[in-house]
C-alpha cells in the first residue's frame, strides 16, 4: 500500500561499485534496469545517499572504513576519518547518479558535503555548516549545481531512461523528454575517458574539455568524475 520506498538495492550496488575500484559499472546499469522494470520508469522510489542505519558513503570510498571490517564496531574502536581524498570525487558521482535517474533524490544530512561516520550511531554525528574545508566545499557546491538542473530540466524530472554504454568503468544514459535529451557520464577509473555524442548545442555541469569530429563532439571525461550535457 506504499506508493514509494528506499530503493535499497540499487543503492547498495551503486554504493559497492563507485566506492570500490575492482567493481564493474555494469552492475550499476543492471541495477538501474531492474529498478525499472520492476518499479516503472515513472516511480516515487527513492534513490538515497545512505540513511541512519548505514555506514557514510564516503566512509566506504575514502577509505576510511573497510567492507571487509564491522562498521558497528569500527565506530566504536576509532574515530572513522577520510582516508583518501577520492572520496569527495566519488560521493560528487554518487550525487550526480541519484539526481539524474527517475524517483525521487533523498540526501541525508551530512551527505551533501562528505561527512565520514561508520554505522549506526557514528553515523549521527552533529550536522555542520561553517568551516568547511575546500573539499567540502567543492562536494557542496557541486551538489547545488546539479539539485538546480535537476529541478529545472524536464528530462529529468519526467523523461524516458535510457542505457548508452556500461563497461568497468565507465556509464553513459540518457534522459530524453521529446527533444530534449540529458546525457549522463561516470568515469570511475584513474585515467581519462572520453565519450562522442551525437549533439550540437549543448551546456555542461563541469565543463569538460571538447573537440568535434566530423558530426560528433568529443567530451574528455578527467579521472573520478561526472559529466551532464543537456
Not at 176 to 186: C, G, K, P, Q, R
Request: aromatic content about 10%; proline content about 3%; overall charge negative.
Amino acid at each position: 500500500m506504499l506508493d514509494g520506498q528506499f530503493d535499497f538495492n540499487l543503492y547498495f550496488d551503486v554504493r559497492d561499485v563507485l566506492a570500490q575500484d575492482d567493481l564493474s559499472m555494469e552492475r550499476i546499469a543492471n541495477s538501474i534496469k531492474e529498478s525499472l522494470n520492476y518499479y516503472g520508469y515513472h516511480s516515487l522510489m527513492a534513490n538515497v545517499t545512505g540513511n541512519h542505519d548505514l555506514p557514510r558513503f564516503i566512509s566506504y570510498a575514502s577509505k576510511g572504513l573497510s567492507f571487509s571490517e564491522d562498521p558497528k564496531e569500527a565506530g566504536w574502536e576509532r574515530e572513522v576519518k577520510i582516508k583518501d581524498n577520492i572520496g569527495y570525487k566519488r560521493l560528487s558521482m554518487l550525487h550526480a547518479l541519484i539526481l539524474t535517474l527517475p524517483g525521487v533524490p533523498c540526501i541525508y544530512y551530512g551527505d551533501e558535503l562528505g561527512m565520514p561516520g561508520a554505522n549506526d550511531p557514528d553515523n549521527r554525528r552533529m550536522m555542520y555548516f561553517d568551516n568547511l574545508n575546500k573539499e567540502e566545499e567543492a562536494t557542496l557546491n557541486t551538489l547545488k549545481k546539479l539539485t538546480k538542473l535537476r529541478s529545472s530540466n524536464m528530462a529529468l524530472l519526467f523523461g524516458e531512461t535510457k542505457i548508452i554504454e556500461a563497461t568497468e568503468t565507465l556509464l553513459l544514459f540518457k534522459r530524453a523528454y521529446f527533444d530534449n535529451e540529458v546525457y549522463i557520464a561516470l568515469n570511475k577509473s584513474n585515467e581519462k575517458q572520453n565519450i562522442s555524442l551525437s549533439i550540437d548545442k549543448f551546456e555542461t555541469i563541469n565543463n569538460s574539455e571538447t573537440s568535434k569530429q566530423n558530426d560528433k563532439v568529443n567530451f574528455e571525461l578527467i579521472p573520478n568524475s561526472f559529466e551532464i550535457i543537456y
